[in-house]
Nanobody, 124 residues
Framework: QVQLVESGGGLVQAGGSLRLSCAGSGRTFGSYAMGWFRQAPGKEREYVAAITWSGGNTYYADSVKGRFTISRDNAKNTVYLQMNSLKPEDTAVYYC?????????????????WGQGTQVTVSS
């Protein structure tokens, strides 16, 4: 079992930056693929980025490619999402998630554990 806690959300102006963190519990954190998702009001949860257990491979949704960077530090049981050039349409609750099998990691169904989310609001 993995427990995940996100932090780092807040209010930022368009064009600004934020870095989200997701702290995981447990000695097996380093064996999980990790992902970030977001959900805006009235919309379905959508994939943002994913990273393999070693950090050797990263994947991004087209909407954030070139602006967001996912990374991890397994020694600290933490995964990060650096968000630059933020846009109002990036406003959402952001969730991190852990995947045991690393299958379908660009989909909600590919993940086994979820954090509680952190709000990101980008003003125009």
């Amino acid at each position: 079992q993995v427990q995940l806690v996100e932090s780092g959300g807040g209010l930022v102006q368009a064009g600004g930056s934020l870095r989200l963190s997701c702290a995981g519990s447990g000695r097996t954190f380093g064996s999980y693929a990790m992902g970030w998702f977001r959900q805006a009001p009235g919309k379905e949860r959508e994939y943002v980025a994913a990273i393999t257990w070693s950090g050797g491979n990263t994947y991004y949704a087209d909407s954030v490619k070139g602006r967001f960077t996912i990374s991890r530090d397994n020694a600290k049981n933490t995964v990060y999402l650096q968000m630059n050039s933020l846009k109002p349409e990036d406003t959402a609750v952001y969730y991190c998630a852990a995947s045991r099998l690393a299958v379908g990691i660009t989909t909600v169904g590919g993940y086994d554990y979820w954090g509680q989310g952190t709000q990101v609001t980008v003003s125009s």
